[in-house]
T-cell receptor
Framework: DAGVTQSPTHLIKTRGQQVTLRCSPK?????VSWYQQALGQGPQFIFQ???????QRGNFPDRFSGHQFPNYSSELNVNALLLGDSALYLC????????????FGPGTRLTVT | DQQVKQNSPSLSVQEGRISILNCDYT??????FLWYKKYPAEGPTFLIS?????DKNEDGRFTVFLNKSAKHLSLHIVPSQPGDSAVYFC?????????FGDGTTLTVKP
């Protein structure tokens, strides 16, 4: 039973560019949440997708957008990259919106130069 | 304004002794609290949770205590083992949206 998978593992982008990160949830899970983790800090909630719609959103600008596909996989898009967007991006899945226990992927390390 | 705080960045204990990790929160709307463990190069792994209507939950060597009046929760690990060495995150949930603390690095010495 595959857990949460994320791709790519590492990514280097230039300021101003756009990036897309991908996530496949744990088998049987239909809810995907995205988090940004800066060095030395805890994960910060970006948004949550359920039934292909954004259901909740944290305090992140509109440059951060996402998508969920019918197979429950998800993408995180970040436009107009800033140096401060450099972080570990974590995807987490859960059984449904009301399930508090989340399963995390290993993350994508994004470096913006 | 950080709603979930873990004031101790690090904790070192001897193998076999008790580890106590602490967490404070400010938002009274949080209805569920969780602890996650994170090893290097891996995502956080769920450890134990507690509903806001309870004050204690136990799972093997791990016990979480919740003091709602003080807005404080703690994780007790007894006995501590070297394999418990990791970063521990406290998280609080409000209608499914989780807010994390900055983590405490636990080192268990053999």
């Amino acid at each position: 039973d595959a857990g949460v998978t994320q791709s790519p593992t590492h990514l280097i982008k230039t300021r101003g560019q756009q990036v897309t990160l991908r996530c496949s949830p744990k088998s049987g899970h239909d809810t995907v949440s995205w988090y940004q983790q800066a060095l030395g800090q805890g994960p910060q909630f970006i948004f949550q997708y359920y039934e292909e719609e954004e259901r909740q959103r944290g305090n992140f600008p509109d440059r951060f957008s996402g998508h969920q596909f019918p197979n429950y996989s998800s993408e995180l898009n970040v436009n107009a990259l800033l140096l401060g967007d450099s972080a570990l991006y974590l995807c987490a899945s859960s059984l449904d919106r009301g399930d508090y226990e989340q399963y995390f992927g290993p993350g994508t390390r994004l470096t913006v130069t | 304004d950080q709603q979930v705080k873990q004031n101790s960045p690090s904790l070192s204990v001897q193998e076999g002794r008790i580890s106590i990790l602490n967490c404070d929160y400010t938002n009274s709307m949080f209805d569920y609290f969780l602890w996650y463990k994170k090893y290097p190069a891996e995502g956080p792994t769920f450890l134990i949770s507690i509903s806001s209507i309870k004050d204690k939950n136990e799972d093997g060597r791990f016990t979480v205590f919740l003091n709602k009046s003080a807005k404080h929760l703690s994780l007790h690990i007894v006995p501590s083992q070297p394999g418990d060495s990791a970063v521990y995150f406290c998280a609080a949930s409000d209608a499914g949206k989780s807010t994390f603390g900055d983590g405490t690095t636990l080192t268990v010495k053999p």
